[in-house]
């Protein structure tokens, strides 16, 4: 009796340290439900956007539906999808759920039952992005172990967090780690029987390929067909790729701006050469007397203010601020013990009193249970335009890359009447995020990391009819890349603008 009730306790307690070997282990269902019920007090006393796009009776719904998922679930992977889903479910793209290095680096270390070949997203189909001796190169999938593309698409979508219900911006995330996304939700599998077309072929064949190692997959990505021309997407930008200006002809410039992490605040020298930089240029543009000008975003996802204000003050006839309201949905930070930091416990109270001073001075206003930013935060502060603002006509370039202070520039812009914008929806809302300051927790049993930004954000745009609410930014004319330009590497959008402002020119 004594030797059987040691194994039994022997047995939960390898089962509760199991979550840090493998995501395919044993993971208890009270262990489950318990992380679960954390997650969801969480959600429910700290995190502002919970009901941005998601009415009460939804957020009800999910967690019910999320409890009855527990009692089917087994596996550390289960429930790691499970909050996955939650999370992708209230609409942040600064949302974000991880599993612990240890679980990380052994998913590294894998050396089978991945999917071999990387692929790309054109003109609504799948394609084989990889020259490979099983199938051919840009052949489009069908299926994969007889699962339709459309769905497997839909199941991968918890994995990537986008504002509102944009779709885009995961499925520019999916391309990458599509083999590791897929690993997570449909397990390790020896072979993948594929169903694919050639181009312009309607006959269906069919190629059985065995999986492969997850270095090997993302060294397979990284010899992807599509690097000569989509390699910026999944690039960090030196500082001296982060903006440039060039002329195209007498009346027409260009002015790319890849990102906004240009210096952590407005003093800071990165800030001030990049303020110059802009003053130069638009002094340039009026001498010129450039009628338009490109301002292309597309590999923009974000940085620290002001510096996508700044250059909105070049760009705009109207007085602005960064946002119209901001709130929080507390005064003190909730679930102390859980939040992820490196202070030794013992001094964690240090670094509470530091942040509750902040929210309680930050946003003193408060309105039906939300703490608002009072008029004197710089946040409101009423920006001008330059005196050597732009006044010609805007060509905005977006895509699925841009999001966070990106989409917030990218919305003040396309809200002049000015500005035409082309490419693709943006994965950053266009009328507002929740971003600024993001807190991650961790949960007790799992140890799954899950991280959001507490402050909740109207941006001041103008309201548009082609602009929708919970949806990114919307292109005026919605232009991808096409099929024969993906195979010469040609960027189809900056094609079709040029075209565009030659016609309108005339």
């Known amino acids: 009796m004594k030797i059987t009730t040691y194994l039994f306790v022997l047995f939960n307690l390898l089962s509760n340290f199991a979550f840090s070997q493998s995501v395919d282990d044993v993971f208890l269902q009270k262990n489950m439900h318990k992380d679960l019920a954390v997650f969801k007090e969480i959600r429910l006393k700290a995190n502002s956007g919970l009901y941005k796009y998601r009415t009460k009776a939804q957020i009800d719904s999910i967690y019910k539906w999320a409890d009855s998922e527990v009692d089917k679930s087994s596996s550390y992977l289960d429930f790691y999808n499970i909050i996955c889903k939650l999370t992708d479910y209230e609409g942040s793209v600064h949302n974000d759920t991880s599993i612990p290095d240890k679980i990380w680096q052994n998913l590294r270390k894998e050396t089978?039952?991945?999917?071999?070949?990387?692929?790309?997203?054109?003109?609504?189909?799948?394609?084989?992005?990889?020259?490979?001796?099983?199938?051919?190169?840009?052949?489009?999938?069908?299926?994969?172990?007889?699962?339709?593309?459309?769905?497997?698409?839909?199941?991968?979508?918890?994995?990537?967090?986008?504002?509102?219900?944009?779709?885009?911006?995961k499925r520019i995330n999916t391309e990458p780690h599509f083999a590791r996304q897929y690993r997570l939700h449909y397990g390790l599998k020896d072979n993948f029987e594929i169903k694919y077309k050639l181009a312009a072929n309607e006959f269906i064949k069919i190629k059985t390929v065995r999986g492969i190692s997850y270095v090997k997959y993302y060294n397979n990505f990284n010899s992807r067909y599509s690097k000569i021309y989509d390699n910026p997407v999944y690039k960090d930008f030196s500082a001296d790729e982060k903006y440039e200006y060039e002329g195209i002809d007498s009346i027409t410039s260009i002015l790319t701006v890849n990102s906004f992490d240009i210096g952590k605040d407005g003093k800071a020298p990165e800030h001030l050469k990049f303020v110059a930089f802009l003053d130069s240029v638009f002094i340039k543009i009026k001498e010129q007397q450039v009628q338009n000008l490109i301002v292309d975003i597309r590999h923009n996802g974000g940085g620290t203010d002001p510096n996508e204000l700044v250059i909105y003050e070049y760009l705009t006839q109207r007085n602005f601020s960064e946002n119209r309201s901001a709130w929080i949905s507390f005064q003190k930070v909730s679930f102390i013990r859980y939040v992820e930091t490196k202070v030794p416990s013992f001094l964690r109270f240090l670094g509470v009193i530091k942040y509750n001073k902040y929210f309680k001075n930050e946003f003193p206003i408060e309105k039906g249970g939300r703490f608002y930013q009072g008029s004197l935060s710089e946040d409101h502060l009423i920006r001008q335009p330059n005196k050597n603002a732009f006044v010609g006509n805007i060509y905005l370039l977006i895509s699925p890359e841009v999001a966070s202070a990106g989409s917030n520039f990218g919305s003040l812009l396309a809200s002049n009447k000015n500005t035409i914008v082309i490419g693709e929806e943006t994965?950053?809302?266009?009328?507002?995020?929740?971003?600024?300051?993001?807190?991650?927790?961790?949960?007790?049993?799992?140890?799954?990391?899950?991280?959001?930004?507490?402050?909740?954000?109207?941006?001041?745009?103008?309201?548009?009819?082609?602009?929708?609410?919970?949806?990114?930014?919307?292109?005026?004319?919605?232009?991808?890349?096409?099929?024969?330009?993906?195979?010469?590497?040609?960027?189809?959008?900056?094609k079709f603008l040029l075209e565009f402002i030659k016609n309108t020119s005339e």
């Open 112 to 169: 089978t039952g991945y999917f071999p070949l990387p692929l790309k997203w054109i003109n609504g189909k799948w394609l084989i992005n990889f020259e490979n001796s099983e199938i051919p190169l840009g052949s489009e999938i069908i299926t994969i172990n007889g699962v339709s593309m459309a769905d497997i698409m839909f199941n991968l979508e918890k994995y990537s967090t986008t504002d509102g219900s944009n779709k885009t911006g």
């Open 427 to 494: 994965a950053g809302g266009y009328h507002g995020h929740n971003g600024h300051t993001p807190i991650t927790y961790i949960l007790p049993k799992s140890k799954i990391l899950t991280t959001f930004s507490v402050v909740n954000l109207e941006q001041y745009v103008l309201e548009k009819d082609n602009q929708i609410f919970g949806r990114g930014i919307i292109p005026d004319y919605d232009v991808s890349q096409t099929y024969e330009d993906y195979l010469k590497h040609e960027d189809t959008q900056m």
